[in-house]
């Protein structure tokens, strides 16, 4: 644990900002926790407030450059930048309960876009969380900023899908490129980001980076290496499908091999990632086996390219888990090493498997046999075949 004290990087990673230290904002709002899609749905806002408790529990919050907002609602003509006015008409009647024709063409009332009161308000104020971090960010005010309650990569202009009903992202990333700056997008979530691929498949400001489980065994179905964008945009969209089962070997092969030199030579000026945690081996709804060694040593990598991050959230149910990703995340990003500030103490409060308590890393669990073997196999080919067509692309 000891070997990832970057207290020098954190000096070092100041430099980006010159004349002043290091800042880093994390959106935090309870009402936003509080919503219910249904005992039945997989997503848990709550899971943010778990975060926020394991954050305290490991002496990685109230830190003095650390600040916590809340979420304002983004305006309507904020929305419109990225979705159809006749969507968020439908949308915010539907949150009313003004449900009518045209309101499940639109995704909206199905199992995984359930309607719940209060929707629409809810929605627009977990995007206004990522306005909110992305202008302190552009402003100057933050290093790093957090928004938890975002990240939801399968927002379409015209419909609700994937337990997405509004894109922050996209409208995240087209505020960034108003002021004139390149973005790179990583999404390390399991699902692939097919919205925000969609936003920009023709535009070379945006390089949208997404690496998840192959869309022939999840949904959204798509996601295949050979979407690399188009026209102008040609090279600039690429996809990193994994077959099931892959582990953290797979994954390393694949971020390293790929999206760290990409990152490297599109040199953006604002990285958003989307750090979504349903890749995790317990995960219920995926089929990859990663730990979340992996998952923190990808972040890491984030994390030392002296560029400002905007981190926002996305899968992950199996709560407990993904809120241990979430505290490492913002630790690793906030160069503070966790401490379990309770372990050893007698009738201290126990969060999760008491085995894992005093520590917030998994075991290691790789996959073997044939599995392992298809899926070193499958990264293989991506590799090659994204290194034969989208690299000349960047030169390299
Ligand atoms: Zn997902």
């Given at each position: 644990?000891?070997?990832?004290?970057?207290?020098?990087?954190?000096?070092?990673?100041?430099?980006?900002r010159?004349?002043?230290?290091?800042?880093?904002?994390?959106?935090?709002?309870?009402?936003?926790?509080?919503?219910?899609?249904?005992?039945?749905?997989?997503?848990?806002?709550?899971?943010?407030l778990k975060?926020?408790?394991?954050?305290?529990?490991?002496?990685?919050?109230?830190?003095?450059?650390m600040?916590?907002k809340?979420?304002?609602?983004?305006?309507?003509?904020?929305?419109?930048?990225?979705?159809?006015?006749?969507?968020?008409?439908?949308?915010?009647?539907?949150?009313?309960?003004?449900?009518?024709?045209?309101?499940?063409?639109?995704?909206?009332?199905?199992?995984?876009?359930?309607?719940?009161?209060?929707?629409y308000?809810?929605?627009?104020?977990?995007?206004g969380?990522?306005?909110i971090?992305?202008?302190?960010?552009?402003?100057?005010?933050?290093?790093?900023?957090?928004?938890?309650?975002?990240?939801?990569?399968?927002?379409?202009?015209?419909?609700?899908?994937?337990?997405?009903?509004?894109n922050?992202?996209?409208?995240?990333?087209?505020?960034?490129?108003?002021?004139?700056k390149?973005?790179?997008?990583?999404?390390?979530?399991a699902?692939?980001?097919?919205?925000?691929?969609?936003?920009f498949?023709?535009?070379p400001?945006?390089?949208?980076?997404?690496?998840?489980?192959?869309g022939?065994?999840?949904?959204?179905?798509?996601g295949?290496?050979?979407?690399?964008?188009?026209?102008?945009?040609?090279?600039?969209?690429?996809?990193?499908?994994?077959?099931?089962?892959?582990?953290?070997?797979v994954?390393?092969?694949?971020?390293?091999?790929?999206?760290?030199?990409?990152?490297?030579?599109f040199?953006?000026?604002?990285?958003?990632?989307?750090?979504?945690?349903?890749?995790?081996?317990?995960?219920?709804?995926?089929?990859?086996?990663?730990?979340?060694?992996?998952?923190?040593?990808?972040?890491r990598?984030?994390?030392s390219?002296?560029?400002?991050?905007?981190?926002l959230?996305?899968?992950?149910?199996?709560?407990?888990?993904?809120?241990?990703?979430?505290t490492?995340?913002?630790?690793?990003?906030n160069?503070?090493?966790?401490?379990?500030?309770?372990?050893?103490?007698?009738g201290?409060m126990?969060?999760?498997?008491?085995?894992?308590?005093?520590?917030?890393?998994?075991?290691?669990?790789p996959?073997?046999?044939?599995?392992?073997?298809?899926?070193?196999?499958?990264?293989?080919?991506?590799?090659?075949?994204?290194?034969?067509?989208?690299?000349?692309?960047?030169?390299?």
């Amino acid at each position: 644990m000891a070997t990832w004290e970057l207290t020098g990087v954190r000096q070092r990673s100041s430099s980006i900002r010159k004349g002043r230290d290091f800042r880093s904002l994390f959106i935090y709002d309870h009402e936003l926790a509080s919503l219910d899609l249904g005992l039945q749905h997989p997503f848990k806002p709550e899971r943010v407030l778990k975060t926020v408790e394991l954050c305290s529990r490991y002496g990685v919050w109230e830190k003095p450059w650390m600040e916590v907002k809340g979420a304002e609602r983004a305006e309507r003509e904020v929305l419109e930048r990225f979705h159809q006015p006749q969507y968020l008409d439908i949308l915010e009647r539907a949150s009313r309960g003004e449900i009518q024709l045209e309101t499940l063409e639109r995704g909206l009332g199905t199992e995984d876009c359930p309607i719940v009161p209060g929707l629409y308000e809810w929605a627009s104020r977990a995007v206004g969380g990522s306005l909110i971090a992305m202008r302190a960010i552009l402003e100057g005010d933050a290093d790093v900023a957090f928004n938890l309650f975002g990240g939801f990569h399968h927002g379409m202009p015209d419909h609700a899908e994937g337990f997405c009903y509004l894109n922050d992202i996209a409208i995240s990333i087209l505020e960034a490129l108003d002021r004139g700056k390149r973005v790179a997008y990583v999404d390390m979530d399991a699902h692939h980001g097919n919205g925000v691929q969609e936003a920009f498949y023709r535009d070379p400001r945006v390089l949208v980076i997404s690496v998840h489980e192959t869309g022939r065994t999840l949904y959204p179905w798509g996601g295949s290496e050979e979407e690399i964008g188009e026209g102008e945009g040609l090279g600039y969209n690429v996809n990193i499908p994994l077959e099931p089962g892959s582990d953290d070997e797979v994954f390393q092969l694949a971020v390293g091999s790929i999206v760290l030199p990409l990152l490297r030579a599109f040199s953006p000026d604002v990285l958003v990632s989307q750090i979504g945690a349903d890749t995790m081996i317990s995960d219920p709804l995926t089929h990859l086996r990663l730990t979340n060694n992996s998952y923190s040593w990808a972040i890491r990598n984030l994390a030392s390219m002296a560029v400002p991050v905007l981190a926002l959230g996305g899968g992950g149910y199996d709560l407990y888990r993904t809120a241990r990703c979430w505290t490492m995340a913002w630790a690793i990003f906030n160069h503070v090493e966790p401490r379990d500030e309770l372990a050893g103490l007698v009738g201290g409060m126990m969060y999760g498997p008491e085995m894992e308590v005093g520590t917030l890393m998994d075991a290691a669990n790789p996959t073997k046999g044939e599995v392992k073997e298809r899926a070193m196999e499958g990264v293989t080919k991506v590799i090659e075949f994204l290194r034969s067509t989208v690299f000349p692309i960047h030169s390299l």
